[in-house]
């Protein structure tokens, strides 16, 4: 679900500005890194823009994370603060503001109106940014927390309680629908990608460190504690973990580089 790993793919879009000044500013784009456009933080049309998306729709941005309560009802977050919206299984999407231009990673609904989102802005001097919506995403509020790195996923089991994870170690957790979020002790600096969390309790963390190994934490009190768990076996040169995901307290699946594919029906107990 959420390595949502750093890359630049530049956005591609159509304009109606004559052609020889379209293609030689879009390219200057490529060559520096940048993205051809960054949109609103609406994603669509404004009043006060004459750039709008043409092709792909609704947007062009790269997307990150993804959370579904049916088989209809998901919302999907990305880059500039990217947040759309399917009711009809993914036939179509629908732009919804969220209110920043800070890339979002990690998305977790818990029923149709009540989610959480979370990302923020990378490197030094950076922030966590968590926005919660209680209207399936008519509206988005940011709330306030004390992290000051980018947060990578966010993981829900009902709308009090909910935990999200990201660079340098970070752990926060919230028990009163992000009210209030309070950070954890992992034991750990390396990047924390991903989190799956099946109750109140049980809840498994992975990530790595760049150029380092890998790392999977597991909690049975809700955070209190987090105990790494080394009972597992990789492929020469692959030690990096991206994404986590449990059915139940005891059965889950954790992905990384090189094919990675561990699996366990004990809550990987040592």
């Known amino acids: 679900m959420n390595a949502k790993k750093p890359g630049t793919i530049s956005s591609i879009f159509v304009t109606t500005v004559v052609g020889a000044l379209t293609l030689a500013s879009y390219a200057e784009h490529i060559q520096s890194g940048e993205p051809a456009h960054q949109p609103s933080h609406r994603g669509d049309a404004t009043s006060d ?13 790269n997307l990150r994370g ?61 922030e966590s940014t968590i926005l919660r919506t209680t209207d399936g995403g ?73 150029g380092g190994t890998g790392i999977i934490l597991r909690t049975t009190d809700g955070g209190t504690a987090w105990i790494e768990q080394t009972s597992y076996s990789l492929p020469q040169g692959a030690n990096s973990f991206y994404a986590v995901s449990f059915s139940d307290a005891n059965t889950g699946t954790i992905v990384g580089d090189a094919g990675i594919i561990l699996q366990t029906t004990n809550g990987g107990e040592q």
Not at 49 to 61: F, I, V
Not at 191 to 199: A, I, K, M
């Open 138 to 210: 008519n509206t988005w509020m940011n709330q306030a927390n004390p992290g000051t790195v980018c947060l990578f996923d966010v993981s829900f089991t009902d709308a009090n309680t909910g935990t999200a994870v990201g660079d340098g170690g970070t752990i926060l957790r919230t028990t009163d629908g992000g009210n209030t979020w309070s950070p954890q002790t992992s034991g750990t600096t390396k990047t924390l990608y991903s989190v799956s969390f099946t109750d109140a309790n049980n809840g498994t963390i992975c990530g790595f460190e760049l």
């Open 49 to 61: 823009t004459q750039w709008h998306w043409q092709n792909p729709l609704p947007q062009g941005n």
């Open 66 to 126: 993804a959370s579904f309560v049916d088989a209809n009802t998901g919302t999907v977050v990305g880059e500039y603060g990217t947040i759309v919206r399917t009711t009809d299984g993914g036939n179509s999407w629908v732009p919804q503001s969220s209110g920043t231009f800070n890339t979002l990673f990690g998305v977790s609904f818990i029923d149709t109106n009540t989610g959480t989102a979370v990302g923020g802005a990378c490197g030094i001097g950076g």
